[in-house]
Protein backbone atom coordinates (compact mmCIF):
# COMPACT_ATOMS: atom_id res chain seq x y z
CA UNK A 1 0.00 0.00 0.00
CA UNK A 2 3.06 2.52 0.92
CA UNK A 3 3.51 2.08 -2.72
CA UNK A 4 0.21 3.31 -3.95
CA UNK A 5 -0.29 6.13 -1.71
CA UNK A 6 3.13 7.38 -2.83
CA UNK A 7 1.95 7.46 -6.28
CA UNK A 8 -1.14 9.41 -5.42
CA UNK A 9 1.47 11.90 -3.18
CA UNK A 10 3.14 12.50 -6.33
CA UNK A 11 0.09 12.86 -8.25
CA UNK A 12 -1.34 16.00 -6.33
CA UNK A 13 1.88 17.88 -6.42
CA UNK A 14 0.13 18.43 -9.87
CA UNK A 15 -1.94 20.43 -7.98
CA UNK A 16 0.83 23.08 -7.31
CA UNK A 17 1.20 22.17 -3.47
CA UNK A 18 4.70 23.02 -3.43
CA UNK A 19 4.39 26.75 -2.45
CA UNK A 20 1.85 29.28 -1.03
CA UNK A 21 -0.89 30.07 -3.30
CA UNK A 22 -1.34 33.53 -4.22
CA UNK A 23 -4.87 33.22 -5.01
CA UNK A 24 -7.80 31.10 -2.99
CA UNK A 25 -7.50 28.21 -5.18
CA UNK A 26 -4.79 26.80 -7.59
CA UNK A 27 -6.52 25.06 -10.51
CA UNK A 28 -4.40 22.17 -12.52
CA UNK A 29 -3.29 23.21 -15.83
CA UNK A 30 -2.80 19.12 -17.39
CA UNK A 31 -5.22 16.74 -16.47
CA UNK A 32 -4.48 14.74 -13.19
CA UNK A 33 -3.33 11.14 -13.58
CA UNK A 34 -6.25 8.60 -12.37
CA UNK A 35 -4.65 7.36 -9.13
CA UNK A 36 -4.65 3.65 -8.36
CA UNK A 37 -7.09 2.63 -5.90
CA UNK A 38 -5.25 1.81 -2.71
CA UNK A 39 -6.32 -0.58 -0.04
CA UNK A 40 -9.16 1.13 2.20
CA UNK A 41 -9.19 1.74 5.91
CA UNK A 42 -5.38 2.26 7.27
CA UNK A 43 -4.60 1.37 10.22
CA UNK A 44 -3.63 3.98 12.58
CA UNK A 45 -1.49 2.06 14.74
CA UNK A 46 2.60 3.60 13.82
CA UNK A 47 5.34 1.44 13.69
CA UNK A 48 7.70 0.16 16.78
CA UNK A 49 10.73 2.22 17.38
CA UNK A 50 13.06 2.41 20.00
CA UNK A 51 12.46 6.36 20.03
CA UNK A 52 8.81 6.28 20.37
CA UNK A 53 9.41 8.35 23.98
CA UNK A 54 11.44 11.17 21.83
CA UNK A 55 8.70 11.49 19.41
CA UNK A 56 5.74 11.06 22.31
CA UNK A 57 7.31 13.85 23.78
CA UNK A 58 7.66 16.44 20.45
CA UNK A 59 4.19 15.31 19.88
CA UNK A 60 2.61 16.27 23.71
CA UNK A 61 4.72 19.67 23.06
CA UNK A 62 3.46 20.35 19.46
CA UNK A 63 0.07 19.65 20.46
CA UNK A 64 0.53 22.79 23.28
CA UNK A 65 2.26 24.61 20.27
CA UNK A 66 5.38 24.55 22.12
CA UNK A 67 7.53 23.95 19.36
CA UNK A 68 10.96 25.10 20.80
CA UNK A 69 10.29 22.33 23.30
CA UNK A 70 9.80 19.64 20.52
CA UNK A 71 12.52 20.57 18.67
CA UNK A 72 14.93 20.31 21.54
CA UNK A 73 13.58 16.78 21.99
CA UNK A 74 14.66 15.80 18.84
CA UNK A 75 17.64 17.76 18.47
CA UNK A 76 19.76 14.31 19.83
CA UNK A 77 18.22 11.78 17.88
CA UNK A 78 21.03 9.99 15.76
CA UNK A 79 19.17 10.76 12.22
CA UNK A 80 22.41 8.64 10.10
CA UNK A 81 21.55 5.69 11.76
CA UNK A 82 17.87 5.41 12.01
CA UNK A 83 15.47 3.24 10.04
CA UNK A 84 13.20 4.61 6.96
CA UNK A 85 9.74 4.94 9.33
CA UNK A 86 12.20 6.77 12.01
CA UNK A 87 13.30 9.13 9.70
CA UNK A 88 9.91 9.79 8.44
CA UNK A 89 8.32 9.98 11.72
CA UNK A 90 11.45 12.75 12.24
CA UNK A 91 10.85 14.50 9.54
CA UNK A 92 7.19 14.62 9.79
CA UNK A 93 7.56 16.47 12.88
CA UNK A 94 10.17 19.07 11.70
CA UNK A 95 7.61 19.78 9.09
CA UNK A 96 5.36 20.66 11.97
CA UNK A 97 7.46 22.47 13.96
CA UNK A 98 8.31 24.54 10.88
CA UNK A 99 5.05 25.00 10.47
CA UNK A 100 4.00 25.97 13.68
CA UNK A 101 6.88 28.72 14.16
CA UNK A 102 5.62 30.15 10.71
CA UNK A 103 8.13 28.72 8.30
CA UNK A 104 5.04 27.46 6.02
CA UNK A 105 8.01 27.24 3.12
CA UNK A 106 10.43 24.42 4.99
CA UNK A 107 7.36 23.12 6.32
CA UNK A 108 6.03 21.75 2.88
CA UNK A 109 9.96 21.24 1.51
CA UNK A 110 10.13 18.64 4.80
CA UNK A 111 6.86 16.66 3.60
CA UNK A 112 8.14 16.71 -0.14
CA UNK A 113 11.31 14.64 0.76
CA UNK A 114 8.76 11.77 2.01
CA UNK A 115 7.89 11.56 -1.16
CA UNK A 116 11.13 9.65 -1.80
CA UNK A 117 10.50 7.04 1.09
CA UNK A 118 9.07 3.97 1.32
CA UNK A 119 7.51 4.30 4.91
CA UNK A 120 4.51 2.63 7.00
CA UNK A 121 1.41 3.62 6.18
CA UNK A 122 0.39 5.32 9.49
CA UNK A 123 3.18 7.41 8.88
CA UNK A 124 2.28 8.39 5.21
CA UNK A 125 -1.55 9.16 6.56
CA UNK A 126 0.17 11.38 9.30
CA UNK A 127 2.11 13.56 6.45
CA UNK A 128 -0.79 13.31 4.21
CA UNK A 129 -3.27 14.81 6.56
CA UNK A 130 -0.85 17.32 7.67
CA UNK A 131 -0.37 18.68 4.02
CA UNK A 132 -3.95 18.58 3.76
CA UNK A 133 -4.30 20.84 6.99
CA UNK A 134 -1.45 23.11 5.34
CA UNK A 135 -3.67 23.18 1.97
CA UNK A 136 -6.82 24.05 3.51
CA UNK A 137 -5.23 26.71 5.88
CA UNK A 138 -3.77 28.56 2.91
CA UNK A 139 -6.80 28.65 1.24
CA UNK A 140 -6.29 26.36 -1.44
CA UNK A 141 -9.82 24.65 -1.09
CA UNK A 142 -9.57 22.54 -5.00
CA UNK A 143 -6.46 20.83 -4.16
CA UNK A 144 -7.59 20.63 -0.25
CA UNK A 145 -10.93 18.81 -1.51
CA UNK A 146 -9.13 16.69 -3.79
CA UNK A 147 -6.48 15.28 -1.66
CA UNK A 148 -9.22 14.55 1.38
CA UNK A 149 -10.91 12.64 -1.49
CA UNK A 150 -7.78 10.90 -1.94
CA UNK A 151 -6.90 10.24 1.70
CA UNK A 152 -10.69 8.96 2.35
CA UNK A 153 -9.91 6.50 0.38
CA UNK A 154 -7.59 4.30 2.56
CA UNK A 155 -8.22 6.09 5.78
CA UNK A 156 -9.31 4.62 9.44
CA UNK A 157 -12.53 3.83 8.92
CA UNK A 158 -13.92 5.98 12.02
CA UNK A 159 -12.47 9.10 10.30
CA UNK A 160 -13.93 8.43 7.04
CA UNK A 161 -17.14 10.53 7.61
CA UNK A 162 -15.01 13.21 8.45
CA UNK A 163 -13.18 13.36 5.06
CA UNK A 164 -15.76 13.40 3.05
CA UNK A 165 -17.61 16.27 4.78
CA UNK A 166 -14.00 18.19 4.16
CA UNK A 167 -14.14 17.49 0.17
CA UNK A 168 -17.65 19.31 0.50
CA UNK A 169 -16.78 21.68 2.50
CA UNK A 170 -13.71 23.19 0.46
CA UNK A 171 -15.92 22.45 -2.77
CA UNK A 172 -18.52 24.87 -0.95
CA UNK A 173 -15.61 27.08 -0.26
CA UNK A 174 -14.34 26.88 -4.32
CA UNK A 175 -15.50 29.44 -6.86
CA UNK A 176 -17.90 28.42 -9.55
CA UNK A 177 -15.40 29.36 -12.58
CA UNK A 178 -12.15 26.82 -10.45
CA UNK A 179 -14.93 24.23 -10.38
CA UNK A 180 -15.63 24.58 -13.92
CA UNK A 181 -12.22 24.83 -15.37
CA UNK A 182 -11.36 21.89 -13.07
CA UNK A 183 -14.12 19.65 -14.70
CA UNK A 184 -12.43 20.38 -17.76
CA UNK A 185 -8.97 18.79 -16.46
CA UNK A 186 -9.50 16.47 -14.09
CA UNK A 187 -10.29 12.51 -15.66
CA UNK A 188 -10.58 10.88 -11.83
CA UNK A 189 -13.84 9.97 -12.22
CA UNK A 190 -14.63 9.85 -8.45
CA UNK A 191 -13.41 13.76 -8.17
CA UNK A 192 -15.55 14.44 -11.31
CA UNK A 193 -18.46 13.35 -9.61
CA UNK A 194 -17.46 15.83 -6.30
CA UNK A 195 -17.20 18.40 -8.79
CA UNK A 196 -20.18 18.18 -10.78
CA UNK A 197 -22.29 17.47 -7.39
CA UNK A 198 -20.72 20.77 -6.51
CA UNK A 199 -21.78 22.29 -9.74
CA UNK A 200 -25.27 21.26 -8.92
CA UNK A 201 -25.72 23.56 -5.92
CA UNK A 202 -24.82 26.56 -7.42
CA UNK A 203 -27.56 26.53 -9.43
CA UNK A 204 -29.50 29.56 -8.95
CA UNK A 205 -32.64 27.42 -8.15
CA UNK A 206 -32.84 26.37 -4.79
CA UNK A 207 -34.53 23.28 -5.75
CA UNK A 208 -32.12 20.94 -6.47
CA UNK A 209 -34.01 17.70 -6.28
CA UNK A 210 -34.34 16.32 -9.84
CA UNK A 211 -30.53 17.31 -10.45
CA UNK A 212 -29.26 15.33 -7.41
CA UNK A 213 -31.48 12.59 -8.43
CA UNK A 214 -30.15 12.50 -12.03
CA UNK A 215 -27.02 12.29 -10.41
CA UNK A 216 -27.20 9.98 -8.92
CA UNK A 217 -28.39 7.68 -10.91
CA UNK A 218 -25.03 8.55 -12.91
CA UNK A 219 -22.66 7.80 -10.69
CA UNK A 220 -24.10 4.64 -8.40
CA UNK A 221 -20.37 3.55 -6.67
CA UNK A 222 -19.80 7.54 -5.74
CA UNK A 223 -19.33 7.38 -2.05
CA UNK A 224 -21.36 10.32 -1.97
CA UNK A 225 -24.88 8.39 -3.28
CA UNK A 226 -26.33 7.23 -0.60
CA UNK A 227 -25.65 10.24 1.98
CA UNK A 228 -25.57 13.06 -0.22
CA UNK A 229 -23.38 15.85 1.72
CA UNK A 230 -24.02 19.50 2.73
CA UNK A 231 -27.49 17.11 4.33
CA UNK A 232 -29.15 17.57 0.92
CA UNK A 233 -31.05 14.33 1.94
CA UNK A 234 -32.93 15.68 3.74
CA UNK A 235 -34.63 17.50 1.52
CA UNK A 236 -35.86 14.22 -0.02
CA UNK A 237 -38.32 14.26 2.64
CA UNK A 238 -41.25 16.14 1.78
CA UNK A 239 -43.26 15.82 5.24
CA UNK A 240 -40.24 17.36 6.79
CA UNK A 241 -41.39 20.88 5.11
CA UNK A 242 -43.06 23.70 6.78
CA UNK A 243 -46.24 24.91 5.46
CA UNK A 244 -47.32 27.63 7.45
CA UNK A 245 -44.18 30.26 8.30
CA UNK A 246 -44.73 33.19 10.99
CA UNK A 247 -42.05 35.67 10.57
CA UNK A 248 -41.61 37.38 14.61
CA UNK A 249 -40.30 40.96 13.58
CA UNK A 250 -40.44 44.63 14.88
CA UNK A 251 -42.12 46.25 11.46
CA UNK A 252 -43.33 49.49 13.62
CA UNK A 253 -41.42 51.13 16.49
CA UNK A 254 -37.32 52.18 17.00
CA UNK A 255 -36.34 48.75 15.21
CA UNK A 256 -38.62 49.00 12.15
CA UNK A 257 -35.83 50.17 9.62
CA UNK A 258 -34.08 46.64 11.00
CA UNK A 259 -36.77 44.57 10.89
CA UNK A 260 -38.26 45.52 7.04
CA UNK A 261 -34.61 45.02 6.04
CA UNK A 262 -35.10 41.49 7.10
CA UNK A 263 -38.09 41.20 6.03
CA UNK A 264 -37.69 42.07 2.10
CA UNK A 265 -34.25 40.21 2.07
CA UNK A 266 -36.56 37.00 3.34
CA UNK A 267 -39.62 37.86 0.79
CA UNK A 268 -37.06 38.47 -2.03
CA UNK A 269 -35.60 35.01 -1.35
CA UNK A 270 -39.09 33.65 -1.16
CA UNK A 271 -40.28 34.88 -4.85
CA UNK A 272 -37.20 33.99 -6.13
CA UNK A 273 -37.56 30.84 -4.91
CA UNK A 274 -40.95 30.57 -6.15
CA UNK A 275 -42.17 29.42 -3.21
CA UNK A 276 -45.47 31.70 -3.72
CA UNK A 277 -46.19 30.42 -7.09
CA UNK A 278 -46.07 26.78 -5.91
CA UNK A 279 -47.86 27.81 -3.15
CA UNK A 280 -45.27 25.07 -0.39
CA UNK A 281 -45.86 27.62 2.33
CA UNK A 282 -47.79 30.78 3.40
CA UNK A 283 -46.60 33.68 5.55
CA UNK A 284 -47.40 35.64 7.82
CA UNK A 285 -45.98 38.74 10.04
CA UNK A 286 -46.55 39.00 13.80
CA UNK A 287 -44.99 42.75 14.63
CA UNK A 288 -42.94 42.06 17.86
CA UNK A 289 -43.43 46.03 18.31
CA UNK A 290 -47.57 45.39 18.33
CA UNK A 291 -47.28 42.66 20.81
CA UNK A 292 -45.04 44.03 23.39
CA UNK A 293 -42.99 40.44 23.73
CA UNK A 294 -41.63 38.15 21.22
CA UNK A 295 -43.38 35.47 23.90
CA UNK A 296 -46.81 36.85 23.01
CA UNK A 297 -46.31 37.55 18.96
CA UNK A 298 -44.98 33.78 19.27
CA UNK A 299 -48.23 32.34 21.33
CA UNK A 300 -50.59 34.24 18.69
CA UNK A 301 -48.56 32.60 15.40
CA UNK A 302 -49.28 28.91 17.05
CA UNK A 303 -52.66 29.69 18.17
CA UNK A 304 -53.40 30.63 14.21
CA UNK A 305 -52.14 27.18 12.91
CA UNK A 306 -48.07 28.11 12.05
CA UNK A 307 -45.65 25.38 11.77
CA UNK A 308 -42.51 27.38 11.86
CA UNK A 309 -41.16 30.56 13.04
CA UNK A 310 -38.56 33.38 12.02
CA UNK A 311 -37.36 35.72 14.40
CA UNK A 312 -36.99 37.33 16.65
CA UNK A 313 -34.51 39.62 15.83
CA UNK A 314 -33.30 41.57 18.85
CA UNK A 315 -31.69 39.85 21.82
CA UNK A 316 -34.12 41.24 24.29
CA UNK A 317 -36.70 39.04 22.13
CA UNK A 318 -34.73 35.89 21.26
CA UNK A 319 -33.91 35.77 25.49
CA UNK A 320 -37.12 36.48 26.26
CA UNK A 321 -38.62 32.96 23.83
CA UNK A 322 -35.72 31.08 24.58
CA UNK A 323 -36.48 30.90 27.87
CA UNK A 324 -39.77 29.58 27.79
CA UNK A 325 -39.78 25.60 29.24
CA UNK A 326 -42.52 25.01 26.32
CA UNK A 327 -42.22 26.05 22.74
CA UNK A 328 -44.19 23.61 20.50
CA UNK A 329 -43.25 24.95 17.19
CA UNK A 330 -39.68 25.09 16.08
CA UNK A 331 -37.94 28.53 15.82
CA UNK A 332 -35.32 30.32 13.79
CA UNK A 333 -33.89 32.85 15.35
CA UNK A 334 -31.87 35.61 13.75
CA UNK A 335 -29.94 37.07 16.78
CA UNK A 336 -27.65 35.53 19.12
CA UNK A 337 -27.52 35.30 23.04
CA UNK A 338 -24.46 34.13 25.36
CA UNK A 339 -26.41 32.38 28.26
CA UNK A 340 -27.28 28.84 27.75
CA UNK A 341 -31.01 27.91 26.36
CA UNK A 342 -32.97 25.46 28.20
CA UNK A 343 -33.52 22.53 26.73
CA UNK A 344 -37.27 22.42 26.05
CA UNK A 345 -39.79 22.44 23.53
CA UNK A 346 -38.83 22.21 19.43
CA UNK A 347 -35.59 22.98 18.33
CA UNK A 348 -34.66 26.88 18.81
CA UNK A 349 -31.59 27.70 16.19
CA UNK A 350 -30.04 30.60 15.94
CA UNK A 351 -28.32 32.18 12.83
CA UNK A 352 -26.96 36.21 13.44
CA UNK A 353 -24.50 38.56 12.39
CA UNK A 354 -22.55 37.94 15.27
CA UNK A 355 -18.97 39.62 15.12
CA UNK A 356 -17.26 36.21 16.45
CA UNK A 357 -18.46 34.45 14.21
CA UNK A 358 -15.57 36.93 12.01
CA UNK A 359 -13.05 36.92 14.15
CA UNK A 360 -12.50 33.16 14.00
CA UNK A 361 -12.60 33.82 10.34
CA UNK A 362 -9.78 36.30 10.25
CA UNK A 363 -8.03 34.77 13.17
CA UNK A 364 -7.95 31.74 10.53
CA UNK A 365 -7.12 32.93 7.58
CA UNK A 366 -4.23 35.15 8.98
CA UNK A 367 -2.79 31.95 10.16
CA UNK A 368 -2.93 30.46 7.53
CA UNK A 369 -1.40 33.45 5.13
CA UNK A 370 2.01 32.60 7.91
CA UNK A 371 1.25 35.02 10.61
CA UNK A 372 2.21 33.95 14.10
CA UNK A 373 2.72 36.86 16.18
CA UNK A 374 -0.21 39.56 16.77
CA UNK A 375 -0.87 43.11 18.31
CA UNK A 376 -4.37 43.74 18.97
CA UNK A 377 -5.98 47.32 18.90
CA UNK A 378 -9.05 47.62 19.98
CA UNK A 379 -11.60 50.21 21.32
CA UNK A 380 -12.22 50.91 25.24
CA UNK A 381 -15.31 49.51 26.38
CA UNK A 382 -17.59 45.97 26.47
CA UNK A 383 -17.97 45.90 22.96
CA UNK A 384 -13.86 45.67 22.60
CA UNK A 385 -13.59 43.42 25.45
CA UNK A 386 -15.51 40.44 23.75
CA UNK A 387 -14.15 40.97 20.31
CA UNK A 388 -10.32 41.07 22.26
CA UNK A 389 -11.10 37.82 24.49
CA UNK A 390 -12.83 36.34 21.34
CA UNK A 391 -9.31 36.67 19.03
CA UNK A 392 -7.21 35.70 22.43
CA UNK A 393 -8.95 32.43 22.29
CA UNK A 394 -9.04 31.32 18.28
CA UNK A 395 -5.51 32.84 17.84
CA UNK A 396 -3.91 31.15 21.04
CA UNK A 397 -5.93 27.67 19.85
CA UNK A 398 -4.34 27.85 16.81
CA UNK A 399 -1.06 28.29 18.01
CA UNK A 400 -0.53 32.25 17.72
CA UNK A 401 0.95 34.58 20.12
CA UNK A 402 -0.41 38.36 21.29
CA UNK A 403 2.40 40.06 21.72
CA UNK A 404 0.80 43.45 22.05
CA UNK A 405 -2.77 44.63 22.94
CA UNK A 406 -3.87 48.52 22.97
CA UNK A 407 -7.21 49.84 23.21
CA UNK A 408 -8.43 53.57 22.33
CA UNK A 409 -10.89 55.92 24.10
CA UNK A 410 -11.63 58.33 20.99
CA UNK A 411 -10.06 60.52 18.06
CA UNK A 412 -7.70 61.78 20.69
CA UNK A 413 -5.43 59.12 21.76
CA UNK A 414 -5.65 57.08 18.31
CA UNK A 415 -1.82 57.84 17.66
CA UNK A 416 -1.06 57.31 21.61
CA UNK A 417 -2.72 54.00 21.07
CA UNK A 418 -0.74 52.40 17.96
CA UNK A 419 2.07 53.81 19.79
CA UNK A 420 1.68 51.63 22.55
CA UNK A 421 0.96 48.73 20.34
CA UNK A 422 4.42 49.35 18.23
CA UNK A 423 6.41 50.02 21.74
CA UNK A 424 6.51 53.33 19.78
CA UNK A 425 6.74 54.65 23.76
CA UNK A 426 9.55 52.61 25.34
CA UNK A 427 11.82 53.81 21.58
CA UNK A 428 11.32 57.24 22.06
CA UNK A 429 11.98 56.95 26.02
CA UNK A 430 15.44 55.09 25.39
CA UNK A 431 16.01 58.13 23.08
CA UNK A 432 15.46 60.29 25.46
CA UNK A 433 18.00 58.68 27.83
CA UNK A 434 20.68 58.93 25.57
CA UNK A 435 19.97 62.12 24.92
CA UNK A 436 20.21 62.98 28.33
CA UNK A 437 23.77 60.86 27.75
CA UNK A 438 25.20 62.25 24.76
CA UNK A 439 23.33 65.56 24.29
CA UNK A 440 20.65 66.65 22.07
CA UNK A 441 22.17 66.52 18.94
CA UNK A 442 22.34 62.30 18.81
CA UNK A 443 19.83 61.84 15.99
CA UNK A 444 17.41 58.99 16.33
CA UNK A 445 14.81 56.99 14.41
CA UNK A 446 12.06 55.85 16.67
CA UNK A 447 12.16 51.61 15.90
CA UNK A 448 9.14 49.57 16.48
CA UNK A 449 8.83 46.22 17.88
CA UNK A 450 10.43 43.81 15.82
CA UNK A 451 8.20 40.72 17.83
CA UNK A 452 4.95 41.11 15.15
CA UNK A 453 4.07 39.84 11.71
CA UNK A 454 0.68 40.92 11.62
CA UNK A 455 -2.11 43.68 13.66
CA UNK A 456 -5.65 42.94 14.15
CA UNK A 457 -7.47 46.35 14.12
CA UNK A 458 -10.85 45.68 15.62
CA UNK A 459 -12.61 49.21 15.11
CA UNK A 460 -16.27 49.73 15.67
CA UNK A 461 -17.05 51.56 12.35
CA UNK A 462 -15.46 52.93 8.99
CA UNK A 463 -14.09 56.13 11.25
CA UNK A 464 -12.53 54.97 13.07
CA UNK A 465 -10.41 52.24 10.64
CA UNK A 466 -9.91 55.69 8.37
CA UNK A 467 -8.02 57.22 11.31
CA UNK A 468 -6.07 54.74 12.52
CA UNK A 469 -5.04 52.59 9.60
CA UNK A 470 -2.72 55.37 8.15
CA UNK A 471 -1.41 55.78 11.77
CA UNK A 472 0.50 52.34 11.50
CA UNK A 473 2.29 53.54 8.50
CA UNK A 474 3.16 56.91 9.68
CA UNK A 475 4.75 54.96 12.80
CA UNK A 476 6.73 52.25 11.02
CA UNK A 477 4.48 49.63 10.55
CA UNK A 478 3.63 49.99 7.18
CA UNK A 479 4.75 46.26 6.27
CA UNK A 480 2.73 44.33 8.10
CA UNK A 481 -0.79 43.30 7.28
CA UNK A 482 -3.95 44.40 8.84
CA UNK A 483 -6.95 42.02 9.71
CA UNK A 484 -10.31 44.12 10.07
CA UNK A 485 -13.66 43.33 10.77
CA UNK A 486 -16.95 43.93 8.17
CA UNK A 487 -17.81 46.75 10.42
CA UNK A 488 -15.19 48.83 8.71
CA UNK A 489 -17.31 48.88 5.31
CA UNK A 490 -20.68 50.54 4.88
CA UNK A 491 -21.53 48.28 1.70
CA UNK A 492 -21.25 51.59 -0.18
CA UNK A 493 -18.36 53.00 -2.61
CA UNK A 494 -16.79 56.41 -0.31
CA UNK A 495 -13.85 57.40 -1.65
CA UNK A 496 -12.25 58.12 1.65
CA UNK A 497 -12.01 54.04 1.76
CA UNK A 498 -8.47 55.43 0.02
CA UNK A 499 -7.25 55.50 3.73
CA UNK A 500 -7.71 52.23 4.31
CA UNK A 501 -6.26 50.54 1.00
CA UNK A 502 -4.15 47.29 1.94
CA UNK A 503 -6.57 46.79 4.63
CA UNK A 504 -8.00 43.07 4.98
CA UNK A 505 -11.20 42.08 6.48
CA UNK A 506 -13.33 39.68 6.51
CA UNK A 507 -16.86 39.99 4.60
CA UNK A 508 -20.25 38.56 3.76
CA UNK A 509 -20.57 37.15 0.16
CA UNK A 510 -23.31 39.47 -0.79
CA UNK A 511 -21.10 42.23 -0.48
CA UNK A 512 -18.41 40.56 -2.60
CA UNK A 513 -20.92 39.85 -5.68
CA UNK A 514 -23.18 36.97 -4.57
CA UNK A 515 -27.03 36.34 -5.57
CA UNK A 516 -26.70 39.44 -7.87
CA UNK A 517 -30.49 39.15 -8.49
CA UNK A 518 -31.47 39.37 -5.51
CA UNK A 519 -29.96 42.65 -4.56
CA UNK A 520 -31.10 43.78 -7.70
CA UNK A 521 -34.90 43.44 -6.27
CA UNK A 522 -34.34 44.17 -3.23
CA UNK A 523 -32.99 47.51 -4.87
CA UNK A 524 -35.69 48.10 -7.21
CA UNK A 525 -37.95 47.90 -4.21
CA UNK A 526 -36.24 50.95 -3.34
CA UNK A 527 -35.22 50.05 0.19
CA UNK A 528 -31.50 51.05 -1.00
CA UNK A 529 -28.40 49.87 0.71
CA UNK A 530 -28.48 50.91 4.48
CA UNK A 531 -29.14 47.70 5.41
CA UNK A 532 -27.40 45.89 3.48
CA UNK A 533 -26.13 43.37 5.28
CA UNK A 534 -29.62 42.92 7.03
CA UNK A 535 -31.12 42.30 3.82
CA UNK A 536 -28.47 39.46 3.44
CA UNK A 537 -29.62 38.00 6.87
CA UNK A 538 -33.22 37.93 5.72
CA UNK A 539 -32.40 35.89 2.63
CA UNK A 540 -30.27 33.65 4.50
CA UNK A 541 -33.30 33.07 7.00
CA UNK A 542 -35.59 32.39 4.25
CA UNK A 543 -32.74 29.80 2.70
CA UNK A 544 -32.33 27.73 5.87
CA UNK A 545 -36.40 28.12 6.71
CA UNK A 546 -36.68 26.54 3.45
CA UNK A 547 -34.57 23.47 3.85
CA UNK A 548 -34.78 23.52 7.85
CA UNK A 549 -35.01 20.08 7.24
CA UNK A 550 -31.58 19.59 6.30
CA UNK A 551 -30.45 20.99 9.94
CA UNK A 552 -30.87 17.15 11.03
CA UNK A 553 -27.90 16.24 9.33
CA UNK A 554 -26.07 17.94 11.83
CA UNK A 555 -22.09 19.06 11.79
CA UNK A 556 -23.07 17.35 8.07
CA UNK A 557 -25.41 20.44 7.17
CA UNK A 558 -23.64 22.82 5.24
CA UNK A 559 -25.43 26.00 3.38
CA UNK A 560 -23.47 28.41 0.98
CA UNK A 561 -25.13 31.42 2.31
CA UNK A 562 -25.14 35.00 1.31
CA UNK A 563 -23.53 36.09 4.97
CA UNK A 564 -21.51 33.34 4.65
CA UNK A 565 -20.98 29.31 4.53
CA UNK A 566 -23.06 28.47 7.47
CA UNK A 567 -22.94 25.64 9.82
CA UNK A 568 -24.39 24.32 13.37
CA UNK A 569 -22.62 23.11 16.11
CA UNK A 570 -24.25 20.97 18.56
CA UNK A 571 -25.26 23.73 20.68
CA UNK A 572 -28.06 24.81 17.52
CA UNK A 573 -26.09 28.01 16.85
CA UNK A 574 -25.44 28.43 13.20
CA UNK A 575 -22.13 30.03 12.80
CA UNK A 576 -20.83 31.69 9.41
CA UNK A 577 -17.48 31.65 7.80
CA UNK A 578 -16.61 34.82 5.85
CA UNK A 579 -14.79 35.24 2.72
CA UNK A 580 -11.51 37.19 2.96
CA UNK A 581 -11.34 40.94 0.93
CA UNK A 582 -9.22 43.76 0.98
CA UNK A 583 -8.92 47.53 0.16
CA UNK A 584 -7.48 48.55 -3.19
CA UNK A 585 -8.14 52.04 -4.58
CA UNK A 586 -10.27 52.39 -2.41
CA UNK A 587 -12.75 49.42 -3.44
CA UNK A 588 -13.41 46.23 -1.59
CA UNK A 589 -12.26 43.39 -3.60
CA UNK A 590 -11.09 39.82 -3.75
CA UNK A 591 -7.64 39.58 -3.35
Not at 213 to 228: C, I
Request: hydrophobic share 40%.
Amino acid sequence: MATAILILWTSLLLWGCAGAPEKETSVPTTPVEQLPEPEPDTSSTLPKSRYTDSFNQAEAALANHDWQQADVTLQALPRRTMSANDRAYLTYLEARIAYTHGDQAQAIALLDNLLFMDIHPALQYRALSFQHYILEMQGDSLASAQLADQIMRFAPSDTVAAWQRNVWLNLARTDEDTLLNARAVVVDPRFQGWLELALITRDDTYDHSAALTQWRNSHPGHPAVNTLPGGMNYQFQPSSRRDKVALLLPVSGPLAPAGNAVLNGFMAGYYANGAADRGSATLEVFDTAAYGSASAAYDAAVSQGTTMVVGPLSKESLADLGTRLERPVPVLALNRIDQVLPAAGSALVQLSLSPEDEVVSAASIAYGKGARNALLITPAGDWGDKMSNALRENWTALGGNIRGHATYNGYDDYSSSVKTALSLDASEQRAAEIRSIFGSGTEFTPRRRQDADVVFLFSQNDSEARSIKPLLAFHYAGDLPVFALSNVYSGTPDERNRDLNGLYLVEMPWLLGSSPDLRATIADGGVGENYTRLHALGADAFLVQNEFQRLQAGADALFRGDTGLLRMGPDLIIRREMSLAVFDSGELKRP
